[in-house]
């Protein structure tokens, strides 16, 4: 069925990465019919990198009024930047190992229930995070989280799939220490030790990990969790914690939720933005409410238990 058999209503941008997990060999082309028979007309590309699809989105912006971004959270954080200057609202096919932003808008978790969603065109307004900045989605690591990812090779992700977080935490554990820190929490400061310090807007991130217990993608705050265990021991307890969003209930971490948060450390530190290299310290924060429109479910999500389960099995 052509273009012209339709009434074209809306037209679309399609970016997909084909090193995503799912990104090359799933199959989008019953979707795309299905969008296309709704009158949504779909233009579809892969970009070799972050500065082409950035560039692909900007020739675009007049013409097309959103875009779909099919890939993990990498992929889709990539495209944070662009859709929040050209003010386009964006649907997600997740064809990621985690899938984090998905999870946390209640978007099914396969490609037939991604496309109905958009097909529906329910959507709902959600917040940008932002470290000196650089936007993100889900949440920002200093220290132990950019361990991991350094160790969280596309080779592993797509081999092992969501138990490649299980094995990359373990092998950044044997390298990672702890660090002096300094946090301005909207004009409070505070001096703290850290092995891992998360700052996140989202409520889900590192392969099902929960922000805070109380936090959505839309709520208007920053959630900072600073923990310092002194044993692998104290770190697999925190970890059930971690998993439920109440790492506020553990001895040894410190949580605060803001609006600007400021972070300084001893030497400068990598930081991490949805698993991608953002930035380094000092950081500044800030949450940006309503910045971006998201075709997902009204609802918040209820937590998903399988990752949970499968910490619980591997911390025995």
Known sequence: MGNDAVDITSR???IINPRSRQGGTADIEAGLQKLLQA???VEKI???????MEKEIAARRNTIDFVIVGGGDGTISS???????HRLAFAILPLGTANDLARSLGIPNNLEGAFDLIVSGNRRWIDLGSVNGHHFFNACHIGLGVRITHELTPELKKKLGVLSYCKAFMSALSKSGQFAVELNVDGVVYRKHALELTVGNGRYYGGGNVVHEDATVDDGLLRLSCIYPESLWELLAMSRMIRKGQQKNAEKTFCISGHRITVKTTFSMEVHADGERATKTPAEFEIIPRALEVFAPDE???DVSLLEKVTRRVAG
């Open 12 to 14: 679309a941008l399609l």
């Open 39 to 41: 009158g949504i007309a």
């Open 46 to 52: 892969a970009p070799n990198d972050a500065a082409q």
């Open 79 to 85: 495209t944070a930047q662009s859709l929040y200057r």
């Open 300 to 302: 918040q999500p209820s």
